[in-house]
T-cell receptor, first 112, second 114 residues
Framework: KAGVTQTPRYLIKTRGQQVTLSCSPISGHRSVSWYQQTPGQGLQFLFEYFSETQRNKGNFPGRFSGRQFSNSRSEMNVSTLELGDSALYLC???????????FGQGTRLTVV | DQQVKQNSPSLSVQEGRISILNCDYTNSMFDYFLWYKKYPAEGPTFLISISSIKDKNEDGRFTVFLNKSAKHLSLHIVPSQPGDSAVYFCAARGGTSGTYKYIFGTGTRLKVLA
């Protein structure tokens, strides 16, 4: 069974630009969550989608948004990029109930 | 406000000895706790979990202990192996069915010395 796939693996953008990250969950998993990892901050929860609906949202500004498609694939968008958005963005999928989440390898975003 | 805290950013242990990683939380409503291991350039991988109705869960060399009164959990690795060197994150589940979310600590970097 294929794992969680995130694309691209690495990305360099300039301030003010916008970026879209993609996540393909494990087949059959309907829940996709997004996390931001920065040094010293651990994994900060961004949002979670289940069956195309956002079920949960973390404390991030509105520049961070996401969506989920009918095939459970998810995208995360960050608009008006700031230097502080440089981080590893991780996507995790799960069947959707009381189970651990399986993470992808992440997308390393660098904003210059 | 960090609801899940891992106060030790790093830990070094000799191969064969016990590694103890600690995690504290503030929200008594958390009902499920997990430990993840992360190698560089890889996503976190699930290690072991424990429900709040238990105080211990064991899986091979890994044991997680939960002290609800102290709002503290710990991961014991016995015996420690060089391949265990990684960053370990604890996570707590909050919310209600259908709106769960996981809150992670900042991680502890474990180095097992050969």
């Amino acid at each position: 069974k294929a794992g969680v796939t995130q694309t691209p693996r690495y990305l360099i953008k300039t301030r003010g630009q916008q970026v879209t990250l993609s996540c393909s969950p494990i087949s059959g998993h309907r829940s996709v969550s997004w996390y931001q990892q920065t040094p010293g901050q651990g994994l900060q929860f961004l949002f979670e989608y289940f069956s195309e609906t956002q079920r949960n949202k973390g404390n991030f500004p509105g520049r961070f948004s996401g969506r989920q498609f009918s095939n459970s694939r998810s995208e995360m968008n960050v608009s008006t990029l700031e230097l502080g958005d440089s981080a590893l963005y991780l996507c995790a999928s799960s069947p959707g109930w009381n189970t651990e989440a399986f993470f992808g390898q992440g997308t390393r975003l660098t904003v210059v | 406000d960090q609801q899940v805290k891992q106060n030790s950013p790093s830990l070094s242990v000799q191969e064969g000895r016990i590694s103890i990683l600690n995690c504290d939380y503030t929200n008594s409503m958390f009902d499920y706790f997990l430990w993840y291991k992360k190698y560089p350039a890889e996503g976190p991988t699930f290690l072991i979990s424990i429900s709040s109705i238990k105080d211990k869960n064991e899986d091979g060399r890994f044991t997680v202990f939960l002290n609800k009164s102290a709002k503290h959990l710990s991961l014991h690795i016995v015996p420690s192996q060089p391949g265990d060197s990684a960053v370990y994150f604890c996570a707590a589940r909050g919310g209600t069915s259908g709106t769960y979310k996981y809150i992670f600590g900042t991680g502890t970097r474990l180095k097992v010395l050969a």
